[in-house]
């Protein structure tokens, strides 16, 4: 398969989750769809380093994947944080500072 | 030499064997990679999004082997199948599993438009990806494949060793962070042993609450059980059951029914679940689990 293969993967799937970023309301399902566009950066990068014959991207990609884990740990703390204030997941719950 | 001429038509066999083998892998995976990306965001219950997204990431951390990442897909694996999915189901759980998303939509047009933007956002990098010219893969190098780890090693311990050392720091502030989000202050001085049974004698019920009338009429817990007067009692159901959307109607059905066919059956002779019983079907102990049903 030729790199250009898995980075037609990867533009698909990173529509797909700026797409549920967009449609979702529950904030864990809004976090997962942005771990799906990570995921699908990752998979350009490898399909970049490939092409090249460098482990350059795959570098880059581990970064990437440090970096995801650290967002979401601090996420995942920030809607604890907000559940237990506004009782709910939603973001549409999440608008003290509209007012 | 002349071993190595000879052995290299096998070589050849080999290699396009492998490259169908890749091609069959790679097409499997994207179709499953991608049905679970729409059954993700088109999931309303976040388990289900969560598990979706696990088949997700264990399709790409096979990709990564085909594309010659072996440590990363090792590394996809165990981060995020095993610890960023782990904690988002931790969190799913303590947010609470029935917290189903609701369809509606909440501002107005905004499927419509969410759906333009996509498709303008595909067609963008579509045009971009086309135009990249993007050739085929490199010849394996020595340092790509079998010497994987030890090549990503020695990059990260030489031209991204900055990177790497600040990497560090963003997880320690990670953990910091997390724990000062997570902790909670105690406002009220900590409940001791007398006061919980305090609490306990001077609420409602200073006995534990009733059980559920299971087997007593009909065989599911979110049947309530009846008191001695015949009357049901609602405090026998477990509010997470009844909580639960398409178990209210359904425990209030039963309710009803266990009301109404009281009185009018005497007494040992009763049998509710008579085929021409007038009213509606048994609730049945599945009647909890439907979401989606029409309210």
Known sequence: MSPGHYVALAVILFVIGAVGVLIRRNAMVIFMCIELMLNAVNLAFVAFARQHGQVDGQVVAFFVMVVAAAEVVVGLAILMAIFRARRSASVDEANLLKY | MSAALAAAPAVVAASTATATTTSVVFWVLAIVSVAAALGMILSPRAVHCAVLLAVVMLSLAVLYLTAGAPFLAAVQIIVYTGAVLMLFLFVIMIVGVSSADSLRETIRGQRLWAGLAAIALLVLLALIVGHAAIGPAAPAFPIYGAGNVSSIARLIFTRYFFPFEVTSALLITA?????????????????????????????????????????????????????????????????????????????????????????????????????????????????????????
């Not at chain 2, 049901?232 to 039963?254: C, M, N, Q």
């Open chain 2, 175 to 295: 953990a910091l962070g997390a724990m000062v989000l997570a902790h909670r202050e105690r406002t009220s001085p900590k409940p001791a042993q007398r006061d919980l049974s305090q609490q306990r004698v001077a609420g409602a019920h200073p006995t534990p609450l009733p059980g559920p009338g299971t087997y007593a009429r009909h065989n599911a817990v979110d049947f309530p059980a009846l008191l001695p007067d015949g009357t049901p009692a609602e405090l026998s159901v477990s509010p997470v059951i009844s909580g639960r959307a398409g178990a209210r109607e359904a425990v209030s059905e039963a309710l009803r029914e266990a009301a109404g066919a009281l009185p009018a059956s005497p007494a040992g002779t009763a049998q509710p679940d008579r085929p021409d019983q007038p009213g509606p079907a048994h609730p049945g102990p599945n009647g909890n689990g439907q979401e989606g049903s029409p309210s």
